[in-house]
Nanobody, 127 residues
Framework: QLQLVESGGGLVQPGGSLRLSCTAT????????IAWFRQAPGKEREGIAC????????NYLDSAKGRLSISRDNAKNTVYLQMNDLKLEDTGIYYC????????????????????WGQGTQVTVSS
């Protein structure tokens, strides 16, 4: 399994921006689809963005489209999640997860499909 570490969370005012990073150890990272998930207080975890192995295919939660941008740098074993115009409801713990896949275009944000998870990073949007 891939070991993943999230970073970049913090406290931000509504309308602000954050860039989260998901960094992996090992040489197999380029073979993994990566997705970001969010668990808001008192709510179930939901998938918010995913990116295919090569980075050419991405997908976003409908309610977050236009505010999120996911990207990856396979040379740095890192996936980024740029979050803009943050809202109070974006508060939560953000996790990245990975799944090895042979397809270079497959992308999903269904949590049960992923077998490697990070420990999460807290994002708090508050005025």
């Amino acid at each position: 399994q891939l070991q993943l570490v999230e970073s970049g969370g913090g406290l931000v005012q509504p309308g602000g921006s954050l860039r989260l990073s998901c960094t992996a150890t090992g040489s197999t990272f380029p073979f993994y689809v990566i997705a970001w998930f969010r668990q808001a207080p008192g709510k179930e975890r939901e998938g918010i963005a995913c990116i295919s192995r090569g980075g050419g295919n991405t997908n976003y939660l409908d309610s977050a489209k236009g505010r999120l941008s996911i990207s990856r740098d396979n040379a740095k074993n890192t996936v980024y999640l740029q979050m803009n115009d943050l809202k109070l409801e974006d508060t939560g713990i953000y996790y990245c997860a990975g799944r090895p896949i042979t397809s270079t275009t497959w992308c999903s944000s269904t949590g049960t499909l992923f077998n490697s998870w990070g420990q999460g990073t807290q994002v708090t949007v508050s005025s």
